[in-house]
T-cell receptor, first 112, second 116 residues
Framework: DQQVKQNSPSLSVQEGRISILNCDYT??????FLWYKKYPAEGPTFLIS?????DKNEDGRFTVFLNKSAKHLSLHIVPSQPGDSAVYFC???????????FGQGTTLQVKP | GAVVSQHPSWVICKSGTSVKIECRSL??????MFWYRQFPKQSLMLMAT?????????EQGVEKDKFLINHASLTLSTLTVTSAHPEDSSFYIC????????????FGPGTRLLVL
């Protein structure tokens, strides 16, 4: 049972344009959401997070949007840069368990 | 920023041998450490949660006698894959949390295990 889903395995974007990565979840108990960036053969690096009491969190070029009614969150990267090319994982946790549940990841390629 | 190291970064072993992977928090004390496993093109799957000085909590479907976890100190956790088989070949990643808020996790670089 995949509680966190990233339905797009890959995304290709032109440099300078916006990258939008999507994530859906099924567990209504999730109250904290995170995005991680991962390069091959490396551990994930934390990018940005959002609490369920908010619907938007912005940090530089990265913005995460949360739509609780739709159980959907998205990561916007603008402008996209070639160095952003990596695998992006969304993760969710419920405060009563604290565990992180990861999506399958989306491979982003930003073309120069 | 918080740094977590793993050793070794990759290991090749024969079927039936045991392999130990170390996870260290270098500049903070980790109350909780987590072990994940990632198959190619799949998500990170939590294997177990360990708290210093207590037994690890394993996720459903993870054999505790096969994947031995020891969290001996606030900066070191080890995962031992006992009697490894080719199906254990995977990318193992640890993470460490400095407090009780598990969402604040810092990940190690991962260990790639290949069992021949």
């Amino acid at each position: 049972d995949q509680q966190v889903k990233q339905n797009s395995p890959s995304l290709s974007v032109q440099e300078g344009r916006i990258s939008i990565l999507n994530c859906d979840y099924t567990n209504s108990m999730f109250d904290y959401f995170l995005w991680y960036k991962k390069y091959p053969a490396e551990g994930p690096t934390f990018l940005i997070s959002i609490s369920s009491i908010k619907d938007k969190n912005e940090d530089g070029r990265f913005t995460v949007f949360l739509n609780k009614s739709a159980k959907h969150l998205s990561l916007h990267i603008v402008p996209s840069q070639p160095g952003d090319s990596a695998v992006y994982f969304c993760a969710a946790s419920a405060s009563n368990t604290g565990k992180l549940i990861f999506g399958q990841g989306t491979t982003l390629q930003v073309k120069p | 920023g918080a740094v977590v190291s793993q050793h070794p970064s990759w290991v090749i072993c024969k079927s039936g041998t045991s392999v130990k992977i170390e996870c260290r928090s270098l500049d903070f004390q980790a109350t909780t450490m987590f072990w994940y496993r990632q198959f190619p093109k799949q998500s990170l799957m939590l294997m177990a949660t360990s708290n210093e000085g207590s037994k690890a909590t394993y996720e459903q479907g993870v054999e505790k006698d096969k994947f031995l976890i020891n969290h001996a100190s606030l900066t070191l956790s080890t995962l031992t894959v006992t009697s490894a088989h080719p199906e254990d070949s995977s990318f193992y990643i640890c993470s460490a949390s400095p407090g009780t808020m598990e969402e604040t996790q810092y990940f190690g670089p991962g260990t790639r295990l290949l069992v021949l």
